[in-house]
Structure formats: structure tokens, C-alpha cells
């Protein structure tokens, strides 16, 4: 292979992952409109504080589908971004990630039942469950490998990392055993997790800009990976 080819295909191999990370952080945001906005479209009784997000797209709820669309949104972001990961999450890492994006998709497929005094599917609030549950077990799992694949500079990455796995573990705690903020603490972890799949995203079209065209790995890591 010429140094030309070799030029041409790296610039065609980085323009690639720079269009998938654009849309990766596309599909981030606009998942975060949504979920942000959903709760305009519930009924007067919805109130962020005491609701889930999941609530906002519960079965029988007029303008449930808002948040839904966020849902897909966030579970085929995070495939895609799972894909360009390469060597920085590792194996089990993309597994895991993956593991949390299609159980993403599950919540929006399955929905949780409503607050309202409507008739709802039991089953689909189970399988609902189901898919959140696999969504906090995948995400902990995901980033706890994935910090410890970091290269030794990276350690406001790092840093985030455990943020992140903290909110993971200790918010659903507060939302089970603390009456009323259920809505609020749910969303904070949201926003952590979507910030935390932009920056990775982010990261991973960096790392791939120093790969050759064959995936190996340049000899100095990027920054922050």
C-alpha cells in the first residue's frame, strides 16, 4: 500500500467516524429533548418531582409517546456508539453497553404502567421492569470496565466514571425507600448517563483518529481515553 493510499483511506476511515459520532451525539441530544420536554404533553396530575421518566411513558397516557422516542433515541445511540468503542471498551465492555442499549429499547417497547386510574397491561409494566432492571445492571457493569481499560492520564475520565457508577447504585435506592422525588432523582440520573455517553462518544472518534487503517492502536494514547 502507497503512503497516498494509506493517507486517503486513514482520512476516509476518520471523516467515517467522525459522521457516526455526530450522529451519535445527534441522537444523544435529541433523546434529551425529548425526555425533557415529554412531560408538557401529561396530564395536570404529572409532576417531574414525584414521576419517573418512565411514567411520562406510561401505557394508556395520551402524549406517552414523546418520551418513548427518547427512549429509542438513547438504546440506538448507545449501539452506535458501542460500535466505534473498538479496544477502549474492550470486549465485555461493548457487551455490556449493548446489553444496555437494547434494554433501552425494551422500555420503550414495554411501557410502565400509569399513574392514572386506567386500565394497563400488568405483564407489559413486568417486562418493563424487566428491561430497567438490565438497563442498571448493564450501564454499572459497562462503566466500571470501561474505567479500568483507561489509560493512567485519564483520570477526570476516571473521575466520571465513579460519578457515574455512584448515581447508578445509590439513586434507585433513594427512589425505592424516599417518597416524592422519585421524578427528580431519576432525572439526574439520566442526564448523567446521557452526558457520559456523549463524552465516550466523543473519546472514541478521537481514539480512532490515531488508529491505522488496519485498527491498531497508535503508541501514544488520546487524551482522556
Known amino acids: 500500500m502507497t503512503a497516498n493510499t ?22 444523544l441530544l435529541a433523546s434529551v429533548v425529548a425526555v425533557a420536554i415529554a412531560p408538557t404533553l401529561m396530564p395536570d396530575s404529572y409532576s417531574v418531582v414525584e414521576h419517573s421518566v418512565s411514567e411520562s411513558a406510561a401505557q394508556g ?5 414523546l ?14 456508539s458501542a460500535g466505534i468503542a473498538g479496544t477502549r471498551w474492550g470486549v465485555w465492555g461493548r ?6 442499549g437494547v434494554s ?58 465513579w460519578v457515574a457508577i455512584a448515581a447508578a447504585m445509590v439513586i434507585p435506592m433513594v427512589m425505592f425507600n424516599i417518597t416524592g422525588v422519585a421524578g427528580l432523582v431519576q432525572r439526574v440520573m439520566f442526564g448523567i448517563g446521557y452526558l457520559w455517553y456523549g463524552l465516550e462518544a466523543i473519546r472514541s472518534g478521537r481514539a480512532r483518529g490515531t488508529e491505522d487503517v488496519a485498527g491498531t492502536p ?8
Not at 501514544?220 to 481515553?225: E, I, M, S, V
Request: net charge neutral; hydrophobic share 55%; proline share 3%.
Open 95 to 100: 457487551i455490556a453497553h449493548r446489553t444496555y
Open 104 to 161: 433501552m429499547v425494551g422500555a420503550a417497547a414495554f411501557s410502565h404502567m400509569p399513574w392514572l386510574d386506567v386500565r394497563y397491561d400488568a405483564f407489559e409494566d413486568f417486562l418493563h421492569s424487566v428491561a430497567a432492571s438490565g438497563m442498571g445492571f448493564a450501564f454499572t457493569a459497562g462503566v466500571l470496565i470501561v474505567t479500568f481499560r483507561r489509560s493512567r492520564n485519564a483520570v477526570g475520565a476516571r473521575a466520571f466514571d
Open 6 to 27: 494509506l493517507t486517503s483511506a486513514t482520512e476516509n476511515a476518520s471523516a467515517h467516524s467522525r459522521m457516526i459520532v455526530a450522529t451519535v451525539v445527534a441522537m
Open 67 to 80: 418520551a418513548r422516542l427518547g427512549f429509542l433515541l438513547l438504546g440506538f445511540a448507545v449501539l452506535a
Open 218 to 225: 497508535a503508541s501514544q494514547p488520546a487524551p482522556g481515553a
Open 61 to 65: 397516557v395520551e402524549g406517552a409517546w
